[in-house]
């Protein structure tokens, strides 16, 4: 009796290892490019049960997720989701940055040593990216035998969460999704056949209609907003008819009107199921890798805000896709045979005039970029005089960033770049829409005397930030369009995003531990058992995992 008691304890503990020790056949991760945590709540009761609703009641759903870096815009996102790590070790320290070596202004994944593939222009690559990515660990552990692909509306979203050595990057540049010569000199056949079909411009002359009674959309206010933005021929209100600027002809407009509309989600939901079965992903013995970086949410939030009836309804839609998409791999794939992520790259501000027309004492509003360039080179003219003939102050101010002409201080004979940032910094912090601001020394250093000083060190790399970095007061927006809002501050409106993990090794269920998106990696890692991303800080979200 005992050695038939034995016999199965083995045969039990043998299988339920075995079943540890499985390895998913495919990792999908979903990015909803400017997707705040909030729309799953807010517009959770009109959800179909197929979509976020799959993920939410199958999945661990981590509601206190956010980003812990000061600059909340599309580059840094992606480049911390699958890296693990921020811009003060990945070098991504926002879209675009003042590079003093070539002195003018350098995109994130810019590259002019390589080439598009499948159209023309400046070249792109992950070359500015410093580090590795769970993509990267995976690859190395199959000996380059898993197959990662990554795929998006925006060059940047696809190349930064990919890293140095993705199996193929692809992105959309107008009617045709395109690579470049970093990663292959040729597009493979199954990303021709979807360019010659067409695809991309058979949305030209459709209509973008609400989904919902009209009733339903009382839930975000007003439809037609004078503060919410008209452009590429998209007007304020519903129904939106998708031409751009010419009714008669399809011009590049219409590619910008077409992303900004749930048809450009559509565009890259179709390009990622072909992805699927043109690579056979997880259709082979070995693990492989998905991610789809969706930049439709962006597009329509920053033209409309959080509070507008184009952003319901583009979650209503981003719902029905998902669920559409999730269909296509269950037939592929098999969904037990996944792990599923879905997150997000930041959220977004609420428009000031939105908060204004409610409440007009609510301290929010705009500052231009030209105030800030204007503001400081006053400050400085004042303090040390105006410069020799020909000559300014400031360089560059791009993102939070402002950067001294270094030029200028050698010729002012100053005996150190600091005290003229000491004195920026300073004077900065009484304008009205500034909450701090922060020498290039004062970042340098470990320690961190507020939560807020804290995230900005995060964003900061010495080689790239400016002289001096400033944040504007919660609910101020900076830019010229008194129209739309747009992110990229430190505060939780632009931090707080879902987090949602879901598979056979994951544990169902609602966590409220604050956590982060630069957690995927590890946890992901983890899970497979690969190395974890180099120069990552987060942490394995063990609570979650089913482990043996």
Known sequence: MLKKTVALFTAFALCTLHSFSAQPKLIVVISLDQFRYDYIQRFKPHFGKNGFNYLLNNGANFTNASYKHGTNTTGPGHAAMLSGSYANT???????????????????????????????????????????????????????????????????????????????????MDSVFVTSTYYRTDLPNWVKEFNQSKFIDSFYGKTWKKKLPESVYSLVGVDDA????????????????????????????????????????????????????GEKLGQREITDMLCVSFSSPDIVGHAYGPHSHEVMDMALRMDDILADFFSHINKKVGLKNCVFVLTADHGVAPIPE???????????????????????????NKKFGEPHQGMKWIKSVMANNIYLDRATIEAMNFPALEWAARELADSLKALPEIAAAYTARELSQPSSSTPLEYK?????????????????????????????????????????????????????????????????????????????PAGGEGRVLSEALKLP
């Open 354 to 380: 939105f908060i204004q027309h409610h409440n007009k004492n609510t301290d929010a509003g705009r500052i231009s970029w030209s105030k800030i360039w204007q503001t400081s080179s006053a400050i400085l």
């Open 456 to 532: 900005m060190k995060r964003s900061f790399h010495r080689l790239r930030s400016g002289d001096v970095v400033y944040a504007l007061k919660p609910y101020y927006l900076e830019g010229d369009d008194p129209h739309g809002t747009s992110h990229g501050e430190p505060y939780e409106y632009d931090a707080h995003v879902p987090l949602i993990l879901m598979g056979e090794r994951i544990r169902k269920g609602t966590y409220a531990a604050e956590v982060s998106p630069i957690d995927i990696a590890p946890t992901l890692s983890a899970l497979l058992g690969i190395e974890f």
């Open 226 to 277: 004078p503060y919410e933005q008209e452009k590429d021929g998209m007007k304020r209100t519903f129904p939106h008819k998708i031409v751009g600027t010419d009714s008669t002809k399809l011009t590049p407009s219409y590619y910008w009107a077409m992303n900004r509309s749930p048809f450009g989600a559509e565009v890259l939901k179709e390009f990622a199921k072909r992805a699927i079965i």
């Open 90 to 172: 990945n070098g991504i320290v926002a879209n675009d940055w003042f590079d003093r070596e070539s002195q003018t202004s350098l995109y994130c994944v810019e590259d002019k040593t390589v080439s598009i593939v499948g159209s023309g222009g400046t070249g792109r690559s992950p070359r500015n990216f410093i580090g590795s990515t769970l993509g990267d660990e995976l690859r190395l552990k199959s000996s380059f035998q898993s197959k990662v692909i990554f795929v998006s509306n925006k060059d940047r979203a696809a190349i930064l969460m990919a890293g140095k050595n993705p199996s193929g990057v692809y992105w959309q």
